[in-house]
């Protein structure tokens, strides 16, 4: 591609264009001084786009339709799909599944039981969830 400004013709250049069909989103559009720049943004480009494609069908339709039902409610919240998996990751301790409910239990008591010789078991306990005491016993049990 020649550039041009009011007549002159100046260095040459080599525009890149990834077309809508392929990104799915809006077209892609690189210009470079080198055609060996713009062959390798090129390759760059198409080889991302291949992965992702891979990705998406390497997945079975249950899994999409999971995975596509939850990304809004991450996006609303500003939590990534990375974020969300690494936080599952380490709060899902497969170590725990073992634990029996009179476990659990035994262990919600056990980290009460100052609060009910103190007196204001009833107080505190009034303060809390329920998802911030199962958590804090499956943190205590590892």
Aim: hydrophobic fraction near 40%; include cysteine.
């Amino acid at each position: 591609m020649a550039n041009t400004h009011g007549g002159p013709t100046f260095i040459s250049s080599y525009r890149v264009t990834v077309p809508a069909r392929v990104t799915g989103r809006s077209a892609r559009r690189n210009q470079f001084a080198k055609l060996k720049d713009a062959k390798r943004w090129a390759e760059n480009a198409m080889e991302g786009w291949q992965q992702r494609g891979r990705a998406f069908f390497s997945m079975d339709d249950t899994e999409w339709f999971e995975f596509s039902a939850r990304l809004p409610k991450l996006r609303e919240r500003g939590i990534g799909v990375g974020e969300a998996l690494d936080n599952a990751l380490r709060t899902l301790n497969p170590k725990l599944r073992n634990l029996t409910l009179r476990d659990v239990v035994g262990e919600l008591v056990g980290l009460r039981a100052p609060w009910l010789m103190a007196g204001d078991l009833r107080e505190r306990w009034g303060n809390l969830r329920l998802g911030e005491n199962i958590s804090c016993v499956a943190r205590s049990a590892e």
